[in-house]
């Protein structure tokens, strides 16, 4: 007697589909929300809203780029929803090791601040104002000029034309860049300020 081939049950299905997804999904969500309790909870409900789309999911060519794509919108959704920023600061999301090269990249660009700020001083100004950036952009910022995606994934997950993310990329480094220069206590020396 054969053996009839059999499918692998629903769970089995959907676990092979997302679980190598799932360490990626999460680095994603914490960028997103800076804590890990949220990120794990943000994760989740993405995985038990995606369960009962498992068909759909089987069909998607590129897994990994829809997923994020999924799990952007919902964060966007709870930040609308809540109207709320990051609760924690941006240099408590980036690693030690990026926070340099990242800090560098913007005081090398303005002579200014490369010339006279340490990277200790300007870590917490750096966190003040990418908080004040809406969620929408500190994800485009962070995504690409910590995290290194290319501007083709992040259109691909932001749903948006590489042009925008060009575009946007330009105006929060811009806008960040100005921001920057507009903070006396990052040119304080001895109490006062350079001139």
Known sequence: MALLPFKPSR??????LVQPNLE???????RLSGQQHDAE????????????????????????????????????????????????????????????S??????SDVPELAEQISAERLKPVMDSVIQEL????RTLMLLHDVDGWSQEEIACVLEIPVGTVKSRVHRCRAS???????RPELFQQAGRVEQ
Do not use: C, T
């Not at 960040?176 to 507009?182: D, H, P, S, W």
């Open 41 to 100: 909870d943000l994760v989740q409900d993405v995985v038990v809203k995606l369960y009962p789309r498992l068909e759909e999911l089987e069909g998607i060519e590129q897994l990994r780029p829809w997923l994020n794509r999924v799990l952007y919108r919902h964060f966007i959704d709870q930040v609308r929803r809540k109207g709320r920023r990051a609760d924690r600061p941006v240099s408590d999301v980036v690693e030690p090791d990026q926070q340099a």
């Open 102 to 107: 990242f800090l560098d990249s913007y005081a």
């Open 134 to 137: 809406s969620p929408e952009l």
């Open 176 to 182: 960040l860049k100005k921001k920057l220069l507009e």
């Open 24 to 30: 990626a999904m999460y680095r994603f969500a914490f």
């Open 11 to 16: 769970p089995k299905r959907f676990e092979k």
